[in-house]
């Protein structure tokens, strides 16, 4: 086989604005634990810091203290991230606007993505953050990709624009139909 094979996410270095406020930001704001730093080793002058988003992988930030932030919304070219969404609760979801608003951070409010709910907002240097909760959890022995996957066969046969509640519940049914069971 000539295939890499990816196994998952290993990190994403995003470049920060200074060192406090970055650690603010993804620390103070986001609640991604400040676990450590070290200079840039491709840029000594530039600080690397260490954040766990919350599945024990790593978020780093590059910061320098000629970075201040400006919050400007800022288009991105072609082949530039355009945003990085973050996994919450739908608990902690249904606190965002809330909690957002408090720390006085605009925001995009609500959205309804089909089989998920996003807000959108800026970091400060105004990089694009999304905060996304899945609407659906999957079947025991199988991910929200493969519920995903199996959704999209189904809104393609049924002629629908996108993933919705009723193609979620049908793959949740047609993935749980495969586990094995005694009855038959």
């Known amino acids: 086989m000539s295939k890499l094979q990816a196994q998952g996410l290993h990190h994403v270095t995003m470049m920060g604005a200074d060192r406090q406020t970055s650690i603010d930001f993804w620390e103070g704001v986001l609640g991604m634990p400040f676990l450590f730093e070290q200079p840039n080793l491709d840029s000594p002058g530039e600080g690397h810091l260490y954040f766990d988003p919350g599945d024990g992988r790593l ?20 082949g530039e991230m355009h945003h990085v969404a973050f996994a919450v609760s739908q608990s902690m979801y249904s606190q965002l606007v809330e909690r957002l608003d408090a720390n006085g951070i605009k925001h995009s409010g609500e959205k309804d993505r089909g089989f998920m709910n996003s807000i959108y907002f800026r970091d400060p240097l105004g990089m694009l953050i999304e905060l996304a909760s899945y609407r659906f959890e999957p079947p025991a022995g199988f991910t929200h990709s493969d519920v995903l996957h199996e959704a999209h066969k189904i809104r393609v046969e049924r002629g629908d624009m996108a993933i919705a509640d009723p193609h979620l519940a049908d793959a949740i049914e047609v993935l749980s139909a495969r586990r094995p069971t005694l009855s038959g």
């Open 59 to 78: 978020i780093t930030i590059f910061t320098s203290e000629d970075r201040k932030p400006d919050g400007r919304a800022r288009r991105p070219e072609p």
